[in-house]
């Protein structure tokens, strides 16, 4: 069939990563002459559930899911496909009940990619602290992976702390970095597992007063952290294909509903920057 | 005298079971509000749309009917959202980790969810923590412990019936979830106007002190309603679970405050003593039918937020304005 | 009656503290079937705590209780209604919210199949409301109704319980002379059916009316027991306050000719008075008296600003002050001794020293500043001046009625007001300081204030005004000189 | 007898001036706290963590003056967090959109703050509306509206000035934001016991309606109070923003019960009338030193939420444990 109307549930459009992703498919459906519903979870399963229904009720011919919570609930899935709409999963997939197709940055290539980068810049040794994201979430989970990947294949660094954020927020960034340098004067590496958590812990350089130079990673080349990446506010970070994963999702949606079957996974990688290159993605975001 | 005095005796109980106690604004309100979405959008009025509604609100409706209990008697309950979550965790790991059925999965929620309401109501009662505080602390233990029971992770893999129990429509009408919100209404109500023990809730809300002096046994009551506030937030989060088909330690969150919200659009003041559940339930439905045509309306998350403070603020106004 | 039985409750060494304070001395006290005890004292005498040992609201630090032989100890009100206590406690206790009918059965809704049966609720209720002349619809809130109207249904709520005892504490204190007698009606069927009362008044004319034995309290110990009610009151009160009392009532001044506050056709927004006319002069006492329900209070509120005017005008020295707030009117001078002491007068849980600073802050103010020390001096000075007995720190809940009701007077007259208004002024007080707040009001006068004296105790609107307006169901009937007025010329108005 | 009466006025005055006022017990919390880090952790008892701490509470501590003012009168503000966005929103976008000079910006936010409690104040006393809903009608709204300015975006790039207002220790000590903090605590404090306004809200508090008769103007004062709250949510959302250095619209999620928490902590009483701002320091403080030193501690996210919990019920229960 034709895909006339989308809908798109979004887990949290408070994090910058998301609302990109809906700009992405927004906009490309947009030429496309697609309408897109769109609805925002809250990072809540059950009002994504909700919404899911709602949107159900609205005749979609297709569905982009981003799934609420600590990980994907099968349900959205369980609806849409009971009633024979494609599913395409974003970000996150339930084992359970996995979308038609599912398409994500692959978290843990990029993180270790990252941590390599900052490890390197310290000269492969030195203390280190890592900022979590929300526990227990799928991305966490993955970032932490293949960083400690990076941090084993290098036995001069030490991770020395780590702490956990509940909303991957600049402020609880600034806060754990100024308690851990606190702790710990002598770190040299940081890794922030999203760029607001990177951006905060060098505001907690910056304001411990430690006289040794902090190499600091980040992740998901937010539109807002790329400039100050630029300007060298930080030192590296994974730029996530956010308008990429819109534009693939929305293409993803339309030739599953034609019909056609897609990989399981299409994960795409997220560009390693550095002050050096972030220019390119400031001008254009991939 | 007497040919007009019976008709008006019979009219005077109907009125008086149906009592709205202060709802009768928000009931307008609702009306309002449905009629003006089902002249804006196709979908809003179709059976499919509201059955849809009534499925969304079954967690919010179990819960408010709890709060409404806390409420009434003066008191708060800022627990319930993380009360929710952690009897979720407590049945997904009794159910799936240790390989219990799921019927001891949902009896050890229920009793985790009792014993946080008893320790709330005995803080208030025993250590004279204001509601508010004790309950604050009880919304920070609980999620803490939902979190800890599997260290952050969900738990799925539930059997399929499960899941179904919120979904298939039997007769094509009632989910077993839905007819469970409805029997906790019906209940919720009944115990509230027509036993003295409801009727005891009254009293204490409108003056702990008179409550005590006529005998009524506050404490033992005061700690009764949050128990109860307790075991509908887990019995919510075993509804929750069934619409998820899976247990989350982060469910629930800030889900007080829509509760909260929901009774006291319904007319039940936050100083207690005065309002009920049919306005609760007109209040639930407020929040619901919003959220609802909202989504259906494709009105952006943002300006949801705008309207929906809007409307909270209008409805409650429109009820006291009423009262002058 | 059958006073040679055996007491249903007797106290023997009752003692009570509050923190190092020892309130009751060892209180000895015996009740027999079919009698009225009436239990009288000074304000801060110890009655009020005496009931609430009795009714179980407070435990005794020390001393024993029977009841009916056996060894009696509530730990709650529950148990001491079960055993079959039953008390009005001095202040109201209503909840506003709930129908009458509610309020009269809290905490023993009769029930039908365990259920509560709302017919025999309101069916009762209703029956026990009129046996006290009120006519109130048992469905209707009590939110709204005159503390009279409350009294009586707290009356209606001890007169159902059936209790063996009752514990009458001030029933009558905001009553009228005709409720009153409706009240001592029941007491005396209650008495014919074996029931013990413990009653509880200031109003001495009532207790020989009502009571069989009489006993007096001073400073928490019992001092005086007669057995029987006919002694002269003169004797009471020597008992009662341990010296003798030359008159209640002071001597008036001679107001001058010259009009401080003129109201014109007042009418209440909410209609419970009507085009009501009269004028103050300087250094007048100009009472107001009516039956319960006339609309006095309302229309002394409106004056004071705190009930809203739907037309008509208030007129100070000649100027249109009409106040649209509390505030208007306290700015023009005029201050409003409210009804309620409870919800009207007093911030319960705060010091007295605090109470009274409250509607004075501009005046506590030192260069601008509200100091703790500011606060204590000028309600020590002010403690003092109107004798309430009690330390600025204390809190008001602390207080006995009679005292707290004396700081509630303080806290209006401490700013040298030009008009006083006084809602039922002594309510609750006894003879000694009610004597003391006479002469105060008569000294205001004196000074050239304007004072307004709203009152159902006749003796007292009788004694203390120069001039006495009646009211009857929100109009003004009359106006009665010192001269023509006395109680049959002031019920023929109030009831006409 | 006057040799003692003497000395003893002059305890009076200063136990008056530093009056607890029921938050003894909440002292001896942060007591105990503080000398259990010290053991238990190095990094606890230096004089640069200290610093740290005092730097953390910045925005909490601004904010929990204005609340409570506005729970001594008995009321309640769930809006502040919001607030608080939607100033550092509008602050960032007068200054780095609109391009206009950073004083403009904040000038700007402080009225949209003090617009929001202004708004706040009158539903609550023009509409009746009570202030737990009022307050979260205008949480909803001003969260909408701080994510609509730039579409749910941050923005960064401020003077390099603007940030180290929060971070340069003058004379080795005092940053801007902490001295703008303690400049807020000594005002706050001062209305409060030696001015006249300020015993009003106390009497407000205890009871609207004597208050009211003692010729209060109860409406003015509650709009004020909500006013101020907002302004000062609004001053702590700029403070936030030298922190971060950029502004954000999720900036400030939850902050109301951090915050309310602190004030109830320090032995403001939500029924209002009793309270004070010694105590709510003590309480800032109780929450700030908390979360450094489970930081510091190394304690995993889930267990603070509990260990917090329990220490909240503790400190109120102490208090109320205390008094009797
Ligand atoms: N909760 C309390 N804390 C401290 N003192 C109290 C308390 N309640 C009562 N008192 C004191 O106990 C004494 C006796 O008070 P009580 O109320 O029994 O007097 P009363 O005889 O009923 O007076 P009144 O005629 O004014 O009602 C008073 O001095 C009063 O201040
Ligand atoms: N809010 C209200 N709603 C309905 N009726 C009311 C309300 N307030 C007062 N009333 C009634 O209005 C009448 C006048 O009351 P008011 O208090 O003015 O009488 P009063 O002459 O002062 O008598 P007293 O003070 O002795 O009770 C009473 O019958 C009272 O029950
Ligand atoms: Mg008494
Ligand atoms: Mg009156």
């Not at chain 3, 055993?83 to 506003?96: K, N, R, T």
């Not at chain 3, 030359?246 to 008036?252: G, I, N």
């Not at chain 3, 703790?372 to 003092?384: E, P, T």
């Not at chain 3, 004072?451 to 007292?460: G, K, P, Q, R």
Request: aromatic letters at 6%; charged letters at 15%.
């Amino acid at each position: 069939a034709e895909v006339k109307r989308l809908g798109l549930a979004v887990t949290n459009l408070q994090a910058d990563y998301f609302n990109q992703i809906k700009i992405g498919v927004e906009e490309y459906a947009k030429e496309l002459g697609i309408e897109v519903i769109t609805v925002d979870a809250k990072n809540d399963g059950a009002t994504q559930v909700s919404q899911v229904q709602d949107l159900l009720t609205q005749d979609i011919d297709a569905l982009i899911y981003l799934p609420a919570g600590a990980a994907a609930a099968a349900v959205p899935a369980r609806l849409a496909k009971a009633q024979g709409i494609p599913v395409v999963n974003v970000d996150r997939n339930a084992d359970d009940e996995p979308g038609d197709t599912f398409i994500a940055t692959d978290n843990a290539t990029s993180a270790y990619e990252v941590c390599k980068h900052v490890i390197g810049l310290a000269g492969g040794a030195g203390k280190m602290i890592m900022i979590h994201g929300q526990k227990g979430t799928t991305p966490e989970v993955e970032r932490t992976k293949g960083c400690m990947q990076a941090i084993g294949e290098n036995p001069g660094v030490e991770l020395v702390a780590q702490q956990w954020s509940n909303q991957w927020s600049q402020a609880e960034g600034l806060d754990i970095s100024q308690n851990l340098l606190q702790a710990n004067p002598d770190v040299t590496i940081i890794f922030g597992q999203a760029d607001g958590l990177a951006l905060g812990a060098a505001q907690g350089v910056k304001v411990s007063g430690v006289e040794q130079r902090v190499y600091i990673g980040g992740f998901d080349g937010d539109t807002t952290a790329l400039p100050i990446l630029a300007e060298g506010g930080f030192d590296a970070t994974a730029t996530q294909q956010v308008r990429g994963i819109g534009r693939l999702a929305v293409d993803s949606a339309v030739k599953l509903a034609a019909g056609e079957t897609l990989p399981a996974e299409q994960l795409l990688p997220g560009y390693l920057t550095t002050p050096e290159n972030a220019g390119e993605y400031v001008a254009e975001h991939p | 005298m007497t040919m007009t005095q019976a008709p008006q005796a019979g009219r005077m109980r109907l009125a008086d079971m149906f009592s709205l106690s202060g709802a009768t604004g928000p009931l307008i309100g609702l009306f309002v509000l449905c009629v003006f979405l089902s002249v804006s959008t196709d979908a809003f009025f179709t059976l499919r749309n509201l059955l849809n509604v009534l499925d969304q609100i079954t967690v919010l409706g179990i819960m408010a009917v709890g709060m409404t209990y806390v409420i009434l008697i003066g008191g708060i309950d800022l627990a319930v959202g993380s009360v929710l979550a952690l009897a979720m965790m407590v049945m997904g790991y009794t159910a799936n980790v240790l390989g219990y059925p799921i019927g001891v999965g949902i009896a050890a929620a229920l009793v985790v969810a009792a014993f946080s309401g008893a320790v709330s109501g005995l803080m208030i009662t025993l250590f004279r923590v204001p509601a508010f505080i004790s309950t604050l602390a009880m919304m920070s233990i609980a999620r803490g412990l939902a979190n800890m029971i599997t260290d952050g992770q969900q738990i799925v893999g539930f059997p399929a019936w499960f899941s179904m129990l919120a979904f298939i429509r039997h007769g094509g009408f009632l989910t077993v979830t839905v007819a469970l919100m409805l029997v906790v209404f019906v209940l919720g109500w009944f115990y509230l106007r027509y036993t003295s023990g409801g009727r005891s809730l009254y009293a204490i809300g409108g003056s702990p002190e008179v409550a005590r002096l006529a005998g009524i046994n506050v404490s033992l009551m005061t700690v009764g309603v949050y128990v109860v506030s307790g075991v509908l937030a887990g019995l919510a989060g075993i509804v929750l679970a069934m619409r998820l088909d899976s247990v989350q330690p982060t469910a629930g969150f800030t889900y007080e405050l829509d509760t909260i919200a929901a009774v006291v659009i319904g007319g039940t003041s936050l100083s207690g003593g005065q309002g009920g559940i049919i306005g609760t339930i007109i209040g639930v439905l407020i929040i619901g039918v919003l959220r609802n045509g909202l989504n259906l309306l494709g009105v952006s998350p943002f300006t949801q937020a705008v309207v929906i403070g809007v409307v909270i603020a209008l409805a409650v106004a429109a009820e006291a304005f009423k009262k002058r | 009656m059958t006073s040679d039985n055996s007491p249903i409750l007797s106290l023997k060494g009752i003692r009570k503290s509050y923190g190092p304070i020892e309130v009751l001395h060892g209180i000895d006290l015996d009740i027999r079937p079919g009698e009225v005890v009436a239990l009288l004292g000074e304000n801060g005498a110890g009655k009020s705590t005496v009931s609430k040992i009795i009714s179980g609201t407070v435990p005794p630090s020390s001393g024993e209780m029977t009841w009916q032989g056996a060894p009696y100890a509530p730990a709650n009100p529950r148990d001491a209604i079960d055993a079959g206590v039953g008390m009005i406690h001095q202040e109201l206790l209503l909840l506003p919210h709930l129908t009458i009918a509610e309020n009269v059965f809290v905490g023993r809704y009769p029930r039908r199949n365990g259920l509560v049966d709302r017919r025999t609720m309101r069916d009762e209720a209703s029956r026990g409301l009129r046996r006290l002349g009120l006519d109130l619809p048992p469905n209707r809130l009590v939110q709204g109704l005159s503390t009279a109207n409350q009294q009586l249904i707290e009356i209606a709520k001890a007169l159902t319980l059936n209790a063996r005892l009752l514990i009458l504490d001030e029933p009558t204190a905001a009553l009228g002379g005709e409720e009153t007698q409706r009240l001592f009606d029941q007491i005396r069927r209650l008495k014919a059916d074996g029931v013990g009362i413990i009653y509880i008044s200031h109003r001495l004319e009532e207790i020989r009316q009502i009571a069989d034995r009489v006993v007096v309290m001073r400073d928490g110990a019992k001092v005086q027991e007669f057995d029987s009610a006919d002694v002269p009151v003169r004797t009471i009160v020597e008992a009662m306050v341990g010296r003798s009392l030359e008159r209640m009532f002071p001597a008036l001044g001679q107001p001058s000719a010259e009009p401080v506050l003129e109201v014109q056709g007042l009418t209440g927004a909410n209609g419970r008075f009507r085009d009501v006319n009269f004028a103050v002069r300087k250094g007048e006492i100009f009472g107001i008296a009516g039956l319960v329900g006339a609309g006095r209070t309302e229309l002394v509120r409106a004056i004071a600003g705190a009930d809203p005017i739907a037309s008509g005008s208030v007129h100070l020295e000649g100027q249109d002050i009409t106040p649209k707030s509390p505030r208007d009117a306290i700015r023009s001078g005029i201050v409003l001794v409210p009804e309620d002491r409870k919800l009207q007068g007093l911030v319960l849980d705060h010091s007295i020293a605090e109470n009274i600073a409250y509607p004075n802050l501009a005046q506590v103010a030192q260069a601008g500043l509200v100091t703790g020390g500011a606060v204590q001096g000028f309600a020590g000075h002010n403690i003092k001046r109107f004798g309430v007995k009690g330390q600025g720190n204390q809190n008001a809940n602390e207080l006995s009625g009679g005292n707290q009701q004396k700081v509630v007077i303080a806290k209006w007259l401490a700013r040298n007001p030009r008009v006083v208004v006084l809602d039922e002024p002594t309510r609750g007080i006894d003879v000694g300081a009610r004597s003391s707040i006479y002469d105060i009001i008569a000294g205001l006068a004196a000074e050239g204030v304007a004072v307004i004296v709203v009152s159902s105790d006749l003796e007292e609107v009788l004694g203390v005004s120069h001039r006495i307006m009646v009211m009857a169901a929100g109009r003004q009937a009359g106006i009665l000189d010192y001269a023509e007025a006395n109680d049959v010329s002031v019920m023929e108005l109030a009831t006409a």
